[in-house]
Structure formats: structure tokens, C-alpha cells
């Protein structure tokens, strides 16, 4: 699921090309496209039909180093820019360095590698660090025992 934090809807978003669909999100399971008419339908068909431009993907990034708000590059040398970060974190549960990220077509696809332009603060000292990130599926951690009934002990 989507963090609120990266869903704005047109009408909240306040620069232009900040707008987010549910296709964009990943969230294409909660529109349903066999009711009636519904504000925004022909332009959610419209990008059903011709694939979105971007998608918000999970990246497993190198290092121990969170990647907040860093931009993503398609190749190491940072000639590209393919995304950006939303939100980053060291997961402990998962032993790894994790985020959510907005990456345009046709980088998005699973197991895609792009690069993170990392910015470390160092003792008063800005340091760039260029980390792969590879696209993985969501959600990071989804135990056996989440969807099991009844429940089984710990």
C-alpha cells in the first residue's frame, strides 16, 4: 500500500507535474472500471490503455545509508535523472536499506537497477555517494503468518 505521503490527488497537488494517479501508485486494484461513470474515468482508461509514465516502486539500495529525497540516475555517471526517492530507510526487521521512489518508464521493471545520488553530512562535510538500487517487489516484509487463520503460535 501506498504511504498518504505519496498519493496528491490534481486538485492538491501544487506544481504542475506532481499529480499522482492510482495507476501511478500501484493502486489500479481499487478503481473499478465496470461501475458507471465516475470523474476521472476516460482519463484513467486513457492511461490503462497506454501504460503509465511513471510507477512508485520499492528499491533495496547497497549500503546502510538512507537515500531521503535523493534523485535516481539510470547509469552511475548521473546523466540521467529516471526518479526520485519519497521515502527511505535502514530496516532493521529486514537487514537492509530500503525506499519508496517514483521512477519514470521503462526503468520501473522489476528487478531494473538504477543508481542513487546519496548525500551524507560528514562532520560539517557534504559527501555524495552514487549507490545501485534495485527495483523489488512490496511490501518489503510479508511474513507467512500475516494471512494465516486461525492465527498459529509464535
Known amino acids: 500500500m501506498a504511504p498518504k505521503v505519496d498519493f496528491l490527488s490534481a486538485e492538491q497537488t501544487i506544481r504542475a507535474g506532481r499529480d499522482r494517479s492510482p ?13 458507471g461513470h465516475f470523474n476521472g474515468r476516460r482519463a484513467l482508461l486513457a492511461e490503462r490503455a497506454r501504460g503509465p509514465r511513471r510507477r512508485l516502486v520499492g528499491l533495496d539500495i547497497d549500503g546502510s545509508k538512507p537515500a531521503n529525497n535523493a534523485l535516481l540516475y539510470a547509469e552511475k555517471a ?5 526518479g526520485s526517492v519519497t521515502s527511505a530507510t535502514w530496516s532493521p526487521t529486514c537487514k537492509r536499506n530500503i525506499a519508496l521512489a517514483m521512477v519514470d ?8 537497477t538504477v543508481w542513487a545520488d546519496i548525500y551524507l553530512n560528514r562532520e560539517l562535510m557534504w559527501e555524495r555517494r552514487m549507490c ?4 523489488v517487489e512490496r511490501p518489503f516484509f510479508a511474513p507467512e503468518r500475516r494471512r494465516a487463520t486461525p492465527p498459529s503460535d509464535f
Request: hydrophobic share 45%; charged share 35%; proline share 3%.
Open 23 to 35: 495507476l501511478d501508485l500501484g493502486l489500479e486494484w481499487i478503481v473499478d472500471f465496470d461501475k
Open 78 to 82: 548521473g546523466k540521467r535523472e529516471v
Open 132 to 135: 545501485r538500487a534495485r527495483i
Open 105 to 112: 518508464a521503462p526503468y520501473f521493471s522489476m528487478g531494473a
